[in-house]
T-cell receptor, first 113, second 111 residues
Framework: DTGVSQDPRHKITKRGQNVTFRCDPI?????LYWYRQTLGQGPEFLTY????????KSRLLSDRFSAERPKGSFSTLEIQRTEQGDSAMYLC???????????FGPGTRLTVT | GENVEQHPSTLSVQEGDSAVIKCTYS??????FPWYKQELGKRPQLIID?????GEKKDQRIAVTLNKTAKHFSLHITETQPEDSAVYFC??????????FGAGTRLTVKP
């Protein structure tokens, strides 16, 4: 499968715990994006990378969220001290810098209890 | 930053009819406008996109139109089929940067 993959697909955690998600983009794509999606809403932009550089981060993103893409390939998204409001689907997407659309992974569904 | 509004939030059509979904955007610098289809429990799938140097683009039964002056763009689906039923999202951004998505339109095609 040469599409975007994410791991894990589901994560249940208790409030206050840290969680980390992984995204593997399409191999030739140099851009990688993280989004959050809640029920009935469109994907909400969190951050994106071009190669290993994090080029933009949403102003709405809490300091508890951090993302890395150390070698310009896979990326991780960490949420520290999770809160119930963090419960959502976390989507990763990748693209060529320009042109080309973003191709989404299957998402990681986070439930914070 | 960019703000995208999408209408309607729900749309129900009879099989074979056309469906139109409209979006407006706020940032005149935006030059890339993709549309995504998301079926229940699945990832968003890119179905068509348009760049600001083009006014219309077609791909079989789907088409997108863009009015840069008015800052709105629309998705048109002709000869709808039950398998077109899904949530459709528009998005806008500059060169695939910092894409902002609309809230989605739930399309139901009744057989």
């Amino acid at each position: 499968d040469t599409g975007v993959s994410q791991d894990p697909r589901h994560k249940i955690t208790k409030r206050g715990q840290n969680v980390t998600f992984r995204c593997d983009p399409i191999s030739e794509h140099n851009r990688l994006y993280w989004y959050r999606q809640t029920l009935g809403q469109g994907p909400e932009f969190l951050t994106y990378f071009q190669n290993e550089a994090q080029l933009e981060k949403s102003r709405l993103l809490s300091d508890r969220f951090s993302a890395e893409r150390p070698k310009g390939s896979f990326s991780t998204l960490e949420i520290q001290r999770t809160e119930q409001g963090d419960s959502a689907m976390y989507l990763c997407a990748s693209s060529l810098a320009d042109p080309g659309g973003q191709y989404f992974g299957p998402g990681t569904r986070l439930t914070v209890t | 930053g960019e703000n995208v509004e999408q209408h309607p939030s729900t749309l129900s059509v009879q099989e074979g009819d056309s469906a139109v979904i409209k979006c407006t955007y706020s940032d005149s610098a935006s030059n890339y406008f993709p549309w995504y289809k998301q079926e229940l429990g699945k990832r968003p799938q890119l179905i068509i996109d348009i760049r600001s140097n083009v006014g219309e683009k077609k791909d079989q039964r789907i088409a997108v139109t863009l009015n840069k002056t008015a800052k709105h763009f629309s998705l048109h689906i002709t000869e709808t089929q039950p398998e077109d039923s899904a949530v459709y999202f528009c998005a806008a951004g500059y060169n695939n940067n910092d894409m902002r998505f609309g809230a989605g339109t739930r399309l139901t095609v009744k057989p």
